[in-house]
């Protein structure tokens, strides 16, 4: 055994992001995740504080980010499932272009009815994380271009981008928002700034998806009217899929009462955090996101994508029922770091597994309807936050509500799917 193969055995782990070194659009698709999240995390620490200013009540608050996520569904459940069909990089510059638009009205207007209407048909991030059609539409295009024991991996480190990107994002935003403040800006015009530059991303996004060759696209064109087809361009995965969207669908709602947003609220509230230390609480939070992502290809080579999915997720979700429960802030911050280290290692083992139970030329309408399905569940929880964080009674209630339903998600998620091997892990047991 040579030198080259030990180290290849040995680093396996980081082989996906040297394999993808040379791709050209692999790299543009990493740089607009980058800029995506970044974009997400900038904008997520100061939305419900910049809502707040603008004078939304609490149930404003939650119900507008309902809608917002709502809107997010029905967009990206018509963007992902047409995407094969109609064309990858068409559909990411309109997802694009309508990221910009809701950052751009929602810079301008303080009337609840117009902040309504971006927030339902724009694009726009409340927990910092993917909404809108571009994760499914741009995973589809990568697991196409590599072999399947590759795809975990590079969803890894593609999450890692994200999550690095979100952290930096995050960071900015509260550093700048507090140099304004500081400097005698208005608080309500420091996060309106930051809304623009939200918007401004947008654009630089569509530019960037414009720049992507034809190999991005569907390698099999879906047939609209082959006799096998169902709706939502499925055919054999259907029942799979569906099955798997419940479930995430169950995941996300529980997660939506703690989305990035209300968690900056939540600090804000019951301990006084101020903008500038809020960035850096979200930075090493998504920073350790990130790592504990890429860790996960490493976990799923040994005992599998489902397996790895429910036993990091498990941990991750009791810290998180702990976390209102610690009397000061330093420890709140603790656990809360704590859970973000192991809690999105079921991210990329997720992703993976359900372009790998799926048709090929079903995974960007796989990918799309799950990823819908969890926008629904998300869009659901902030409206039954928002309520409960006016209350200082039960400000710990959504932590404790979140912990609960993703273990149940867990235990259902093992149950149904443990014996359900991607083709990589059945043929790793035969050989």
Not at 15 to 30: C, V, W
Not at 262 to 281: D, K, M, Q
Not at 327 to 337: D, H, K, Q, R, S
């Amino acid at each position: 055994m040579n030198i080259t193969t030990i180290i290849s055995k040995r680093w396996d782990w980081i082989d996906p992001i040297m394999a993808f070194a040379l791709t050209r659009d692999a790299r543009q698709l990493f740089l607009t995740r980058a800029v995506r999240l970044f974009a997400y995390g900038f904008l997520s620490v100061v939305l419900v504080l910049y809502l707040a200013e603008v004078g939304l009540t609490e149930p404003q608050v939650g119900l507008l980010l309902t809608l917002t996520l709502i809107g997010d569904t029905a967009i990206s459940l018509w963007l992902t499932t047409t995407a094969d069909r109609f064309g990858r990089r068409r559909m990411l510059i309109v997802g694009a272009l309508l990221m910009f638009g809701a950052g751009a009205l929602f810079s301008q207007t303080r009337d609840f009815f117009l902040l309504t209407l971006a927030a339902t048909i724009g694009v726009l991030s409340p927990s910092g994380n993917e909404v809108g059609p571009f994760l499914p539409i741009e995973q589809s295009a990568l697991a196409q271009l590599i072999p399947a024991e590759r795809r975990t991996g590079l969803f890894a480190w593609y999450n890692l981008t994200g999550s690095f990107a979100t952290a930096l994002g995050a960071l900015a935003a509260g550093a700048l928002a507090q140099t304004l403040q500081n400097s005698g800006w208005l608080i309500l015009d420091s996060y309106r700034l930051i809304v623009i530059i939200y918007a401004a991303f947008g654009l630089i996004l569509a530019v960037l998806f414009s720049l992507l060759s034809p190999r991005i696209e569907a390698s099999t064109i879906p047939n609209a009217h082959s006799p096998n087809r169902f709706s939502l361009g499925l055919h054999r995965s259907r029942r799979v899929v569906f099955k798997l969207s419940a479930l995430f669908a169950l995941d996300a709602f529980a997660g939506g009462f703690v989305v990035q947003s209300l968690l900056a609220y939540w600090f804000h509230v019951r301990f006084g955090v101020e903008p500038a230390v809020l960035g850096s609480i979200f930075f090493g939070a998504n920073l350790l996101a990130g790592i504990s992502a890429l860790s996960a290809a490493w976990v799923a080579r040994r005992i599998g994508l489902i397996n790895t999915m429910v036993f990091t997720h498990l941990p991750s979700n009791v810290l998180l029922m702990l976390v209102p429960l610690m009397p000061n802030l330093p420890l709140a911050i603790a656990l809360l770091l704590l859970r973000f280290s192991i809690s999105q290692m079921d991210v990329p083992t997720r992703q993976s597994y359900t372009l790998a139970v799926v048709e090929p030329d079903e995974r960007s309408a796989a990918a799309g309807v799950t990823g819908v399905a969890r926008t629904i569940g998300a869009a659901l929880a902030p409206m039954l936050t928002a309520p409960l964080l006016a209350n200082p009674a039960w400000l710990g209630l959504p932590f404790l509500i979140s912990g609960g339903l993703k273990i149940v998600y867990d235990l259902a998620l093992y149950r149904e799917f443990q014996a359900v091997k991607p083709p990589e892990e059945k043929i790793k047991r035969e050989q």
